[in-house]
């Protein structure tokens, strides 16, 4: 069974951080592009930020030089560090762990709750 179980959302002001955790299991981790998404109310879920299995990343310009994704493969987790926090960042956030290669699979996590008051 394949379990994608976000952590770390809440409140915080604007300036703060925070920092997200994705632990995955039941997926073959080390062959994931692993990817943070976020969804507004009212607006379309959009890419945050995605790792490869090779460890590259890539940023959505609006919080480029604010946020940072890194992964752990030996502890099947990937992290979103989010720093300088603007209320525009409020979202629920989403882990997603894709794979589409000669092995295939697309699997989301149940989202976890950022909000940034101003």
């Known amino acids: 069974q394949v379990q994608l179980v976000e952590s770390g959302g809440g409140l915080v002001q604007a300036g703060g951080s925070l920092r997200l955790s994705c632990a995955a299991s039941g997926l073959r981790f080390r062959l994931s592009t692993m990817g943070w998404y976020r969804q507004a109310p009212g607006k379309q879920r959009e890419l945050v930020a995605a790792i490869t299995s090779g460890g590259s990343p890539n940023y959505a310009d609006s919080v480029k030089g604010r946020f940072t994704i890194s992964r752990d493969n030996a502890e099947n987790s990937v992290y979103l560090q989010m720093n300088s926090l603007k209320p525009e960042d409020t979202a629920v956030y989403y882990c997603?762990?894709?794979?589409?290669?000669?092995?295939?699979?697309?699997?989301w996590g149940q989202g976890t709750q950022v909000t940034v008051s101003s």
């Open positions: 997603n762990a894709r794979a589409m290669g000669v092995v295939k699979f697309d699997y």
